[in-house]
């Protein structure tokens, strides 16, 4: 990624669409490594020509670094007005995923914030996308459910149902691995060793985290 920037930057210039495909994708690393500053700076004035020239890929992790670092920091206001913006993104280029992940991130920071019955009507509308995108055979709308399946186990925690995580997580877990998703899998896996741990089975949770 970083070669690509320095390509792109020394060719068409570092405020060009080019540039912005590999930052977007850079910045989610930098978020992952705790660089919260870098991946921000990355991408605050660069959401407009993701939004407009970008793949679904570069504007997906654009709005996810965006939205969490937004939530980290307590201003829900503006996490809630990205996901809205990627979610009419989402619609409006029919990119079944952009919306899934949208959804996604709606039901986990409603669960954080203890908004139960608006973390029920987000899963419903995250249902009907699933059934409206349906994928018999592995691709990329087998995203969309597990995005759904996901949601689903982040409302069992909140209900104080973690079997019924861990027995939706452990399947979830499962199919990252044989479809050497090992980057969703490793998210798949913290939220199951949470899940083992609110179960009160402190063994298998460490064993999951260890994984």
């Known amino acids: 990624f970083l070669d690509a920037v320095a390509l792109a930057e020394q060719h068409v210039g570092p405020n060009s669409a080019a540039t912005a495909l590999p930052v977007s994708l850079l910045a989610q690393i930098r978020y992952e490594q705790g660089r919260t500053d870098e991946a921000e700076g990355m991408l605050f004035d660069r959401l407009p020509i993701l939004s407009a020239t970008a793949m679904l890929d570069c504007v997906l992790s654009a709005y ?79 995203d969309i459910r597990r995005y759904g399946l996901l949601a689903r186990a982040h409302v069992s925690l909140s209900q104080d149902d973690p079997q019924s995580a861990i027995s939706i997580l452990k399947a979830l877990h499962q199919e990252a691995d044989d479809g050497h998703s090992y980057y969703f899998g490793l998210r798949v896996g913290t939220h199951l060793a949470a899940a083992y741990f609110h179960a009160g089975e402190r063994a298998h949770a460490l064993a999951a985290l260890r994984k």
């Open 64 to 142: 996810v670094v965006l939205v969490r670092l937004a939530a980290c920091r307590t201003n829900h206001s503006r996490a809630y007005a990205l996901l809205e913006q990627a979610e009419n993104l989402g619609l409006t280029r029919h990119w079944g995923r952009l919306v899934a992940v949208a959804l996604l991130e709606r039901v986990r920071l409603s669960c954080l914030e203890g908004r139960f019955s608006q973390s029920a009507a987000y899963l419903d509308r995250l249902d009907r996308l699933v059934a409206d995108h349906p994928a018999p055979k592995s691709c990329a709308w087998s």
